[in-house]
């Protein structure tokens, strides 16, 4: 982590030198030893932050080199505050540069004697560094993984799909919890606790479990966690708002509110991580009792609490064992190496590996994602065993910590900070971010260590959201706040504050005293990921940059209670990272102007309709977000754009996203014009598009040679519009575009689909198309198509999946057909699709022909069809028994809209992996 700061350092006083050089003046030669001495120490660091955790006093001279990097940056990042970013140009321009010099001379004597301190700490830590000489050569001790930057990812994407903990010996304790929560005779409360020492996997089991479809066909209501958020999530699931002034209700009005909402209902509630009985007894008379089939799912580590919590009913408790010794060679075996056997030369230190984690599914997990690193090669094997050795004879968690130490260690230094901000977002969270390609490629590989999960991807296969685990979690947060990476307040326990907070991270809000406020002002970076009370947010806000704000550079404000955004913020000439998503934002001030080192804006889902014309200032932008969705997708304007600037194509060139734009009535062509001068773009989206727009919009598409994902949407549901032009770029492809939106009426395909243009396509959506022709004709030769979803998107009578058509399709789905009788599957169509999904296609009566050839169907679903429909399915599922030609589907829904509009299962036709 120390190397990756100098590394940071290092890039930044280059820039400055060369950009700032004159304006530093006498301060220019002190800059230039600072980050020649820092270059010197590059090599020699990278050892030392490898091998500290085995020596205090190695880690000590670490700390202290990344305590300099660190001050360094905050003494020149103010620098620049004060001088460089208030330059101006002409002769009023040097008046101005003049008074500013006078006016802070005093900071600039200051900044320059902060200097001439690190100069000699520098020195000073730099003779220590010899002390170590007896750690030997650098090169030879450097592992490859930390020193070969350009091996970093191997690029092993099918080890991304592969589920990690949850793999193995899930399906019998799955199996025997829904039995005993599904409803019987007997009405009454059931409470069911899950037992068992800490990364075993409960949590894991009772989501598979919590997520069941022939459960949730029985249950009125599945909610997760703690009073409050009980109330939250039940209110949330039939679209009712919270009840007013829900913080200040006492713990007996909580649940009280609780007991009247589930009275007469059948539910499931889940209590996970339940440490004292205390928890347990304050909820239980939450909950009704009789008159209806409620049940209770408690995890915890404690057998007494288990017991206890069950002792009122027939005993329901599960105690969770240890992965078996085969069970446990197959997971480590799939981690290791991607398959279900080991090299022979290998064979005996994986049982000495398998018998130190002790059955224990996510040190299977991390240790066989670290190994598959180090390409089979005995030496460092037997290295990595050496190193488990006596300490895991221990405690459960001190083994654990040992081993994300050894995993943690083992990462290269640019790999150690992505990883540790990770602790940054709250537990259970869903982290679900733009990436753009080095990032991307960091993430791949931390999946690859499998110290992230992979949650969900793009139809190419790339990361879309992931999570970590509980364990690794508390980890990368010790370790944060061991090596003041960022300084995350949970709101549980006393908070130690360190004395300088350069990154911090609210859940919850918090009273500083003014002492501790003023440990802000070097503050970087202020993420909010909580939901609190305005006024109390507010001034939290206030106080954090009215003391932090001159070298902030990332504000994240997500979901964050307010409506306005304070004038400060555009006093924070540094910052490059804005995000006020899903707030109440209305209106965007002149003052944007003032951010002229702002990459990144984010205002989706907020209620900005417009942006000033003082935004085409921002000539760094990168990422401008500003999409607002409603709640109904299935409505024709569920999307909403804001109005730009008609001049954004020829001022924001540096643009990679945007995200969505309004085509308007008066200037509507020019937008559509100023598009195609965006060459920089990655993602698109466009909204309110006019039939007469067609011809100038594929234009400006075909210039977008750097286009992944891209999105129209067109104004009116009944306008049609032409986009049937031929691409101008000069090989009329779109090379690297694999995400396709239409959305609105078009006459046919546009003709510039077809392999030869679009070869890396992978998925497409065609919303509320209307064709007249079948779309399949133009579709099914290409190339990599893995998702098509195509809703109200033709006419016709049926659609019929020609042999050797779709080759790498493996979602498909079809919703609303409004004409649409029948479908037909040839065989050699579509071999290695997965989900299929038919939904409101009322005309269609019968299964689709040819459905058998569909041997890889994992998930099927049929969701509000005709009641002909169900009766035919249930007909030919009684007649064909064993021989069903779904019986081959893991997972296969029916389901149908009940007088709310909510989706109800027709349990006799549920698998749900059985």
């Known amino acids: 982590m120390a190397e990756s700061a100098v590394s940071f350092l290092y890039n930044q006083l280059s820039i400055w030198l060369q950009q700032e050089g004159e304006l530093l003046g006498g301060l220019k030669q002190e800059v230039q030893y600072i980050r020649d001495k820092m270059i010197q120490m590059k090599a020699f660091l990278r050892v030392a932050d490898s091998k500290e955790e085995n020596s205090p006093q190695l880690k000590e001279w670490v700390r202290q080199v990344r305590e300099i990097a660190y001050d360094t940056e905050d003494v020149l990042d103010e620098y620049m505050f004060r001088f460089a970013l ?236 240890p992965v078996p010794k085969e069970e446990s060679k197959m997971l480590f075996y799939k981690k290791a190496f991607q398959e279900n056997s080991c090299p022979l030369h290998l064979k005996e230190i994986c049982e000495i590996i398998l018998k130190i984690c002790a059955g224990l599914p996510l040190a299977i997990v991390v240790i066989g994602g670290l190994l598959a690193n180090k390409n089979n090669k005995i030496e460092e094997w037997e290295l990595l065993s050496r190193s488990l050795g006596d300490e895991f004879k221990g405690e459960n968690l001190k083994r654990m910590d040992k081993i994300l130490s050894l995993s943690y260690y083992d990462l290269p230094y640019y790999l150690k900070s992505c990883f540790l901000y990770l602790g940054i977002f709250p537990e259970d969270n869903l982290v679900r971010k733009t990436m753009e390609e080095v990032a991307g490629t960091y993430v791949r590989e931390l999946l690859d260590r499998s110290l992230i999960k992979l949650h969900e991807t793009y139809s190419n296969g790339r990361p879309l ?26 709101g549980r326990g006393k908070m130690l504050w360190p004395d300088k907070i350069r990154r911090l991270a609210l859940h919850t809000s918090v009273n500083y005293t003014e002492e501790e406020y003023d440990n802000l002002k070097y503050i970087r970076s202020l993420l909010w990921l909580g939901s609190e009370d305005a006024t109390e947010f507010a001034q939290i806000l206030e106080k954090v940059l009215a003391n932090g704000g001159r070298l902030l550079k990332v504000l994240g404000l997500e979901r964050a209670p307010i409506d306005t955004i304070p004038n400060k913020v555009f006093k924070c000439y540094l910052l490059k990272h804005l995000s006020l998503s899903g707030t109440a934002i209305r209106h965007i001030p002149k003052s944007i102007e003032n951010l002229q080192n ?30 607002k969705c409603g709640d109904d997708p299935f409505m024709f304007d569920y999307v909403q754009g804001v109005k730009a600037p008609y001049e954004i194509g020829s001022c924001l060139l540096s643009l990679q996203t945007l995200c969505c734009i309004n085509v308007d009535e008066v200037g509507g062509i020019k937008i559509v014009r100023e598009i195609g001068k965006l060459t920089q ?73 077809i392999p030869n243009s679009l070869h890396g396509l992978t998925e497409l959506h065609l919303r509320c198309s209307r064709l007249k022709e079948d779309p399949l004709v133009c579709l099914d030769d290409l190339p990599n198509l893995v998702e098509l979803r195509m809703l109200d998107a033709y006419e016709g009578e049926g659609l019929s999946f020609k042999a050797k058509g779709f080759q790498r399709l493996k979602k498909l789905s079809t919703y609303n057909f409004r004409g649409m009788r029948w479908m037909r599957v040839e065989k050699g169509s579509m071999p290695l699709l997965e989900e299929l999904y038919i939904c409101e296609i009322k005309l269609m009566v019968e299964v689709p022909e040819g459905i058998e050839h569909l041997t890889n169907l994992q998930d099927v679903a049929f969701y509000d069809m005709s009641k002909e429909f169900l009766v035919n399915l249930e007909g030919r599922k009684s007649r064909e028994g064993k021989d069903w030609k779904l019986s081959h589907v893991s997972k296969f829904h029916v389901a149908f809209k009940d007088i709310d509009g909510k989706y109800r299962y027709c349990p006799e036709f549920v698998q749900a992996d059985s």
């Open 681 to 753: 773009l990655r993602t698109l989206c466009i909204n309110k598009l006019k039939r007469e727009d067609g011809k100038e919009l594929c234009s400006s598409i075909s210039k977008l040679i750097n286009i992944r994902a891209l999105r129209i949407f067109l104004a009116e549901e009944e306008e049609l519009m032409d986009l049937d032009y031929s691409l101008q770029s000069p090989n009329s492809t779109l090379p690297f575009l694999h995400r396709l939106l239409l959305h609105g009426r078009i006459e046919k395909v546009p003709q510039w689909i």
């Open 86 to 321: 208030r330059r101006a140009t002409g002769f009023p321009g040097h008046i101005k540069n003049y008074y500013y010099k006078v006016k802070n001379l005093k900071s600039h004597y200051r900044i320059a004697s902060e200097i001439q301190t690190i100069k000699h700490r520098l020195e000073n830590v730099s003779k220590t560094q010899q002390i170590y000489k007896y750690m030997g050569d650098v090169n030879d001790l450097a592992s490859s993984s930390t020193l070969i930057k350009d091996t970093r990812y191997d690029g092993r994407g099918d080890a991304l799909l592969l589920e990690e903990a949850d793999v193995v010996g899930i399906e019998k304790p799955k199996k025997k919890l829904i039995d005993w929560l599904l409803p019987t005779d007997q009405l009454g409360l059931k409470v069911i606790s899950v037992v068992g020492m800490g990364r075993l996997g409960k949590t894991t089991l009772i989501k598979k479990v919590y997520d069941d479809a022939l459960l949730k066909s029985n249950f009125d209501h599945h909610v997760e966690h703690l009073l409050e958020n009980i109330i939250r999530q039940l209110v949330d699931e039939v679209k009712k708002p919270p009840p007013q002034g829900l913080e200040a209700l006492n713990e007996y009005e909580m649940k009280e509110y609780i007991y009247k909402f589930l009275q007469h209902k059948n539910y499931i509630i889940v209590l996970d991580d339940v440490w004292q009985i205390l928890v347990w007894e304050t909820m239980r008379y939450a909950f009704p009792r009789s008159d209806t089939c409620g049940c209770i799912i408690i995890a915890t580590r404690y057998s007494n609490i288990g017991n206890a919590a069950c002792s009122e009913n027939n005993h329901y408790v599960y105690e969770l064992e």
């Open 598 to 627: 702002l990459e990144t804006l984010d205002l989706s889902e907020t209620n900005v309709t417009e942006l000033p014309i003082e935004i085409l200032k921002l000539r760094k932008l990168r990422h401008l977000l500003a999409m």
């Open 465 to 490: 959201a992931f999570r970590i685990h509980d364990l690794i979690r508390e980890y990368v947060i010790s370790k944060s706040k061991e090596q003041k990476v960022a300084t995350i307040f949970t």
